[in-house]
């Protein structure tokens, strides 16, 4: 029988969508899901196409050609072990295993020992862009065995996204790097949309816009500067009404899900000692919106600030949230690419952040204009510290810093929570400032327990006697 060329574990959104996508460059591909039921529902829908079901994994793995190359698009966790171990009898040396999802880079690490060790090359590979992206082209991060990324390479590049003919692909590292460049992905996804959607607060409580002015701010956002994929996304949602002809968004309840990447990369910026404030204040900001019975108490019990009717110029406050959501994004994108940094230089990965945000332009959820400056700056300086020093992010930070200053103190004046917007200046002043306020935590430390410090005007550590 025919051997086939690629075979895809899972069938789930993302597993089967990237079936179809690599079917669809000319490529056999054999599936398998857990679920029967499922796998015979596909050949169903899609019996013209060079799909090929299988049932019991012994056979899935035995109708790939040599050396093999198998996808797996299965839920993060122990679900990846056990799918390895059972395929582990009938694969071979030089054949290699490919882990799509949104796998921690700890786990990712172990394996790629664990299947070098047998001789199998592992790729993790971050893969970004939803449903429309797995089916379409989506931007792909893979990390792992240099010698299995060279026989997956050209698979890859077929059915990745492209931007200006480039694909957006490109290989990232050693082990678990893929899997921390998606992590950090999402890290910054996070901080986007909650940039986002702290701007609609502002729009929506402080300036009484409507749902079509909104999505219209978002439209003509989406024509400059901000042009993306979470802010075109963001303006069809505000048009978009049920069948009673209400506007969905009104009736979605205000209480956000997360998967586990955003809790992964707070988490991982305070082992690496690096500031990720943004991206970790819209995790906890995911968490408040979670305490909706809690909202409903201390909404009762505690007051917000008493406000008179304001006469705000709309058309200069509208631009004022631009910039400032503008500015919060460079701010999002520098601590999540200075964590990349720390993480490249203690994992030794050596990662090329140029690529990496090369490959973010296309594809992926976090894609737009600004990694093309984001990308320009890398090419300057291979080795930049933190993009908002490069000159046009300084430049851009310096135009904009007053405006998130304004949306900033006008949303506290007027009780909205913006967490991501506070913590973008706070982060902005503090990274400015020459002298911190540092030196009293450390008075402190040594004042109570001896900690000593160090001083300004000589050299070496310091005890004072402060009682
Ligand atoms: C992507 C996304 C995707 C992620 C969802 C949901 O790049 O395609 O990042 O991988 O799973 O965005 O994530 P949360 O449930 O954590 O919001």
């Known amino acids: 029988m025919l051997k086939k060329q690629v075979g895809v574990i899972g069938m789930a959104v993302m597993g089967y969508n990237l079936a179809l996508n690599i079917e669809s460059k000319g490529y056999l591909v054999s599936i398998f899901n857990r679920s029967h039921e499922k796998t015979k529902e596909i050949i169903s829908k899609n019996q013209e196409k060079k799909i ?49 999802g949104n796998s921690f880079y700890q786990d990712t690490i172990i394996r790629n020992r664990y299947l070098e060790k047998k001789g199998i090359y592992f790729i993790g590979a971050g893969i970004s862009g939803g449903e429309e992206g797995a089916l379409k082209g989506p931007c792909i991060m893979p990390g792992g065995s240099r010698k299995g990324y060279f026989i997956i390479e050209s698979l890859f590049k077929n059915i990745s996204a ?4 480039q694909s957006c692909v490109d290989y990232i590292g050693e082990n678990g790097s893929g899997h921390y460049v998606k992590m950090i992905h999402n890290g910054i996804e996070y901080g986007d949309m909650q940039l986002i959607s702290e701007s609609y607060s502002f729009l929506k409580n402080i300036l009484n816009c409507n749902n079509i002015e909104i999505s219209n701010i978002f439209s003509d956002w989406n024509k400059g500067e901000l042009n993306s994929y979470l802010i075109e996304i963001t303006k069809n949602i505000f048009n978009k009404k049920d069948n009673k002809g209400n506007y969905i968004i009104d009736s979605i309840l205000d209480e956000a899900s997360s998967k586990g990447t955003g809790k992964w990369v707070s988490q991982n910026s305070l082992e690496l000692e ?5 991206i970790t204040e819209s995790v906890f900001a995911r ?26 110029v709309k058309k200069e406050l509208i631009e004022k949230i631009r910039q400032a959501l503008y500015l919060g994004k460079i701010i999002s994108y520098a601590q999540g690419f200075s964590l990349l940094r720390k993480a490249s230089e203690k994992y030794n990965w050596k990662l090329n952040f140029q690529s990496i945000a090369s ?13 093309d400056k984001i990308s320009e700056e890398y090419e300057n300086n291979k080795n930049l510290l933190n993009l908002l020093i490069t000159p046009y992010f300084s430049k851009i930070s310096n135009l904009y810093h007053i405006s998130l200053r304004d949306i ?24 400015r400032s020459i002298n911190s306020n540092a030196n009293l935590i450390q008075a402190q430390r040594d004042y109570f327990g001896s900690h000593t410090y160090k001083r300004i ?5 310091f005890h004072t006697q402060w009682v």
């Open 162 to 165: 492209k931007i200006n003919n």
């Open 52 to 100: 090929f079901p299988y049932f019991n994994l012994k056979e899935f793995i035995f109708s790939l050609e040599k050396p093999r190359k198998v996808l797996l698009m299965i839920q993060a966790g122990c679900a990846i072990d056990n799918v390895i171990n059972s395929i582990l009898p009938y694969l071979e040396k030089g054949d290699v295993v490919i882990d799509g």
């Open 274 to 278: 690096e500031p990720l404030s943004l």
């Open 408 to 431: 900033v103190s006008l949303s506290v004046i007027h009780g909205i929570s913006v967490p991501a917007f506070c913590s973008a200046i706070s982060y902005y002043d503090g990274y």
């Open 287 to 312: 968490y408040i919106s979670n305490m909706k019975n809690q909202r409903i108490i201390a909404n009762k019990k505690l007051n917000g600030p008493y406000i008179k009717k304001n006469n705000f």
């Open 457 to 461: 005007d000589q050299i070496g550590s």
């Open 359 to 371: 490959i973010f332009r296309s594809g992926c959820i976090i894609r737009a204009s600004l990694l």
